[in-house]
């Protein structure tokens, strides 16, 4: 099971950290990534990491300003968001996958376990 928290509204410029607490499993072998969805659009990938938070991999959009980690003393992982922009609005979703290889998926249909998501709102 994945649960997400810390959405919230924020004006642009601003900073939120989102979490994802993993429970009902091992997920040493899994990928862990970040997609989000807008209002009549796909969702998108945002960023990735292995369970063991030695790699990580992020969409071009939020390299720079986003940042994924493990938090290696709990089940977590962690989003900072920093210099959020209006485009950033979206539904925010964990979601949990196996992967193969040393490129971790960016495609949702790769990732097997999903959160219920958390609202980001950028105000301009």
């Known amino acids: 099971q994945l649960v997400e928290s810390g959405g919230g509204l924020v004006q642009a410029g601003a900073s939120l950290t989102l979490s994802c607490a993993a429970s009902?499993?091992?997920?040493?072998?899994?990928?862990v990534g970040w997609f989000r969805q807008a209002p009549g659009k796909d969702r998108e990938f945002v960023v990735a990491?292995?369970?063991?938070?030695?790699?990580?991999r992020y969409a071009d959009s939020v390299k720079g300003r986003f940042t994924i980690s493990r938090d290696l003393g709990k089940p977590t992982v962690s989003l900072q968001m920093n210099s959020l922009k209006p485009e950033d609005t979206a539904v925010y979703y964990c979601?949990?996958?196996?992967?193969?290889?040393?490129?971790?998926?960016?495609?949702?249909?790769?990732?097997?376990?999903w959160g219920q998501g958390t609202q980001v709102t950028v105000s301009s």
């Open positions: 990491i292995t369970w063991s938070g030695g790699r990580t």
């Open positions: 979601a949990a996958g196996t992967y193969n290889g040393w490129v971790l998926p960016t495609n949702p249909r790769s990732y097997d376990y």
């Open positions: 009902g499993g091992t997920f040493s072998r899994y990928a």
